[in-house]
């Protein structure tokens, strides 16, 4: 009998399990609507090669606010955390402000 409660109550149990990981998956990342208003790349910054954190540039800006299709192989690469690298080895990319450390210091363009 107690087989059959598990059979039955695991579905439900990961489904309980995965609405709050997807939940804390997409934290901080920004809503597709903030890209139609233009605010969306507020939200990033870009790491350089040196690993050196500076602001977004207008055209890097203007790029991210782009709508992309998913399967476009043009879409800007935002990567996961700071020390992560892109899929070509460069360190440098563009990291969401959230994920990066707070002892690192954001330089000015």
Do not use: C
């Amino acid at each position: 009998m107690s087989i059959s409660l598990w059979l039955f109550a695991s579905p439900i149990l990961l489904i309980v399990g995965l609405i709050p990981w997807a939940l804390w998956y997409r934290r901080g990342f920004p809503s597709a609507r903030e890209k139609e208003a233009g605010t969306y790349a507020n939200h990033f910054v870009h790491v350089n090669e040196d690993r050196s954190v500076r602001e977004l540039t207008r055209d890097e800006r203007d790029f991210l606010n782009m709508k992309f299709y998913p399967s476009d192989g043009s879409r800007p690469y935002i990567k996961n955390s700071y020390g992560q690298t892109t899929p070509d080895g460069n360190v440098s990319g563009f990291l969401l402000r959230k994920r990066l450390p707070r002892s690192l210091p954001i330089a000015q363009r």
